[in-house]
């Protein structure tokens, strides 16, 4: 055994990547989190899309769902996180987010990678309506304007010539469902983590997805079988980066980054699928993409007036 392979000399390589890591800025560590995050989307994304050439919609949803489901179990088991602290809004949750990842699956099988990646985007314009309704949150005129603006963008994507795909209105429910994920959220993470935000979503997702897939149960191939269950991990490590991005960095300096995934999936269904996007999608994408921006930008701005407003009175006090 040579000097640079002992336990010491290794210790101290890792040692030495882990200070360089934290010396970089928060937000450049956001980035590469969300970078290594969209390109691990894009894989599933592309894995996904293959598999639905051939095998049914939802038993392609079911094991995206039981393979990234059985991946956390080890840090489950480790840590805990079985038994919500919100049951009944940890089952709704659940019953949500496994839903949009069913939409979601079927919106890449279904249609070019940009358009269902641009679709999906409209979550945040959901996020605003949403949060009037369930968090008791008022918007100012801004936002308002600019979630009208965004479904604008919607419905260009969705083919004003009346040539539009069925397809497209899933990934549009799914990204209402994403946005009713994320506001349950802000219900339950109080006391419950991402793992078992991920359980729920997983265990509901596959229930959802189990009669249909057998009904419709085309036997994989072995290496259809390694694409599902490369699927799933991919799926999982992609969540996982996407969660250290936004712990880490500031939404506002993550958004514009996100939004390049729509870069991401043209270039990945170019290469892949041969597919190009239309001028709807790409005009449509960008008022998604730039209203979505804005919002996000307003929220920050909000947040950062509310907490400097509590200094203020924490001072006064």
């Keep these: 055994m040579t000097d640079h392979d002992t336990p010491t000399a290794y210790s101290a390589r890792r040692d030495r990547l882990t200070s360089w890591w934290f010396t970089l800025a928060p937000n ?150 994403i946005a009713g994920a994320a506001i349950m959220v802000k219900l339950v993470s109080d006391k419950d983590g991402p793992l078992t935000m991920m359980l729920f979503s997983g265990v509901f997702g596959c229930a959802m997805t189990v009669v249909p897939m057998a009904l419709n149960w085309i036997d994989p191939t072995p290496y259809e079988w390694a694409m599902l269950a490369g699927m799933g991990i991919v799926g999982a490590g992609a969540h996982n980066c996407f969660l250290r991005a936004y712990r880490v960095g500031e939404a506002t300096a993550m958004a514009p980054i996100d939004y390049t995934r729509l870069l991401f999936a043209g270039v990945a269904g170019f290469l892949f699928f041969g597919t190009v996007p239309d001028i709807y999608t790409i005009v449509g994408a960008v008022i998604i993409a730039a209203t979505s921006f804005y919002i996000a930008q307003r929220e920050a701005a909000v947040a950062r007036a509310k907490a400097a407003a509590a200094v203020s009175e924490s001072k006064a006090e």
């Design 28 to 177: 450049t560590r956001g980035t590469l989190w969300l970078l290594m995050s969209m390109s691990l989307f894009t894989v599933m994304a592309v894995l996904t899309k293959f598999l639905g050439t051939r095998l049914d919609p939802m038993q392609v949803a079911f094991f995206r769902l039981f393979f990234a489901t059985a991946i956390i179990m080890p840090w489950l088991i480790k840590d805990g996180g079985f038994i919500p602290n919100h049951p009944r809004l940890m089952t709704l949750r659940g019953i949500i987010g496994g839903g949009a990842m069913i939409c979601m699956v079927y919106a890449f099988v279904k249609l070019p990678l940009a358009d269902a990646q641009a679709i999906q985007f409209a979550q945040a314009l959901f996020m605003v309506p949403l949060a009037i309704i369930f968090l008791g949150e008022v918007p100012g005129w801004r936002r308002i304007t600019a979630v009208i603006i965004g479904f604008l963008g919607v419905l260009v994507m969705l083919r004003p010539s009346g040539d539009f795909e069925p397809a497209a209105f899933v990934a549009l429910f799914g990204a209402l469902l």
